[in-house]
């Protein structure tokens, strides 16, 4: 079978908002989810980029959009499992895997940039940042 590229997608939306929360992670981001789309949106083009990327290697590029493929029994996977017409039988012998690295809620990211803007120590920061976490993990 001649080769192609499957990558996985996502909505401009949901991907720059994922993205704002893994940059409020980190000290240095300051910039509230809107400034930060409005600056990335074009970033977030991803049928140009499917694009460019079939012109540059010459080859079929397949893009699994997150929210077709993620609600799937077997995850966003399904997508190279389809194009290589893995039968029902052996999909189904296949243990499930539970969804991973979901955001929290947006509050949770302002709440991170928020203490990004304070003046504090890396320690105290990242010890506010894990009790705020952990608070929104044990209200789920």
């Known amino acids: ?6 990558l ?20 240095h981001m300051v910039e509230s989810a809107e400034a930060f789309a409005a600056r990335l949106q074009g970033a977030a083009d991803f049928t140009a980029l499917l694009a460019q990327i079939g012109a540059a290697t010459q080859a079929p590029v397949i893009g699994a959009a997150l929210e077709r493929h993620g ?26 895997i539970p ?3 979901r955001a929290p809620s947006a ?3 302002e709440a991170f940039v928020a203490l990004n803007r304070q003046d504090m120590s890396a320690d105290d920061r990242t010890a506010a940042k894990a009790a705020l976490l952990a608070a929104a993990r044990g209200a789920e």
């Open 1 to 6: 079978r001649a080769l192609c590229f499957v």
């Open 107 to 109: 509050d949770l990211a």
């Open 71 to 96: 609600t799937r029994p077997l995850g966003p996977v399904e997508a190279i499992y389809d194009l290589a017409d893995l039968p029902s039988d052996l999909r189904a012998a296949l243990p499930s």
């Open 8 to 27: 996985g997608t996502r909505a401009p939306e949901g991907w720059l908002r994922s993205l704002h929360w893994q940059q409020a992670k980190h000290h």
């Open 99 to 101: 969804a991973a690295n």
